[in-house]
């Protein structure tokens, strides 16, 4: 069968026509789907701007659905789902953004550090420390950090926390001797516990070359001295910290007179205590004191009053309930078959104001917290009791 010219001639302007129909409905719909996506970012804006979140997530979506390939409206939702905290859907959209194959550098990075905060926020800290590690050598590098140390100080794995905090040390941003003093404080009083003492006074040793200033590492290395039965050593410890560091006296004060009266040295101790309670009255230096068998001045010594009698010097200068219950308790009452029960209200009364305040969170204990259990926060609580703040 010969072919025919002619079916050529009609067929290449049918072609052409059916060609142009396809490429002005391609045109159509691109057009259609990008007046689609604005719309519907600038809809999901307004929601968002109106504090309208649940909206502001559907035209999101909307948008998303639109231009998968949008990586900003990716971030704005995980962003919006960390904040509602639906994290496991912020977890989703930061994760297929990793997946993606053509993110750029910086956008990855933004995405792992993304993904690090919805962990972090979720309380995955297995999960969310593997994704911060992942943020070394990047922009986020200081911030993750930061966080990984948060993580390791919550955790108590004092290792980890050093090892990071010498990081944060060596890169200049900020002085973190203090809180590394304290990752070794912590580490020593593990090691002690364990039995292992002079392990123990070795990173008590580098905790008070890193920070000379602070009180905690001789305090913890008297303690240990005296565990050790080195009373003297204990007590020349704590006579050079109340040099350093005297208005954290009151923290020690009842160690100091622990040491003298082993070491047999009550009349340095006590001068020493009569001298900084003058300087600052405290009922922790107070009760030091009247341990040791004296009274707060020198001029009262001369009047020969007895040491229960520093109670009342105590509330001379200062209102103090608790100094009034302890002087009551060694007082004999006219009904003195109704003291006990007198006694122990005031005890009850007096058992809050003996506590320690966190000042950064206001967490209150009995116990003093270098480390604030509440907000985590180092040195967060005053040496001295709520009544004296």
């Excluded at 590690?133 to 794995?157: C, D, P």
């Excluded at 005031?346 to 604030?372: I, K």
Aim: charged residues 25%; negative net charge; glycine residues 4%.
């Amino acid at each position: 069968m010969d072919f025919d010219p002619s079916w050529l001639l009609i067929g290449l302007p049918v072609a052409f026509v059916l060609g142009w129909l396809a490429s002005r409905f391609d045109i159509r719909q691109l057009k259609l789907e990008n007046r689609q996506a604005p719309k519907a970012y600038f809809r999901g804006l307004n929601f968002l701007l109106n504090e309208q979140q649940d909206q502001a997530i559907d035209a999101f979506i909307e948008a998303v659905q639109n231009d998968p390939d949008t990586q900003e409206l990716h971030f704005a939702l995980g962003n919006l789902f960390r904040r509602r905290g639906e994290y496991q859907r912020a977890v989703r959209v930061h994760e297929h953004l990793l997946g993606r194959g053509d993110l750029s550098r910086s956008d990855r990075e933004r995405a792992q550090h993304a993904l690090a905060q919805d962990f972090l926020r979720a309380g995955l800290l297995d999960r969310a420390e593997a994704a911060l590690q992942k943020l070394e050598g990047t922009r986020y590098e200081n911030e993750a950090r930061l966080s990984l140390l948060a993580i390791y100080e919550r955790s108590r794995e004092w290792t980890q926390a050093a090892a990071v905090a010498q990081k944060l040390d060596e890169s200049d941003q900020a002085s973190y001797s203090t809180r590394r003093a304290h990752h070794l404080c912590e580490q020593a009083t593990e090691r002690s516990a364990a039995g292992d003492m002079s392990g123990a006074a070795k990173l008590l040793a580098q905790a008070a070359e890193l920070a000379p200033q602070a009180p905690r590492p001789a305090i913890d290395t008297a303690t240990l001295q005296l565990r050790n039965g080195e009373a003297a050593a204990a007590f020349d410890t704590l006579v050079a910290l109340s040099d350093t560091a005297p208005l954290a006296l009151p923290l020690y004060a009842a160690a100091l007179q622990q040491a003298a009266v082993a070491a047999h040295r009550e009349g340095e101790a006590l001068a020493l205590l009569q001298r900084r309670y003058v300087e600052s009255p405290s009922i922790d230096v107070l009760e030091a004191v009247i341990a040791l068998g004296g009274t707060p001045t020198a001029t009262e010594q001369d009047q020969a009053p007895t040491p229960r009698d520093g109670y009342i010097a105590h509330l001379a200068q200062q209102p103090s309930l608790v100094a009034a219950s302890r002087w009551l308790a060694g007082e004999r009452f006219e009904h003195e078959q109704f003291h006990p029960q007198v006694q122990r209200a005031l005890d009850q009364a007096t058992r809050p104001l003996m506590r320690y305040r966190c000042a950064a969170c206001g967490f209150e204990a009995h116990q003093y917290f270098w480390h604030c259990p509440g907000c985590q926060a180092w040195d967060s609580y005053p040496p001295r009791r709520v009544e004296e703040l």
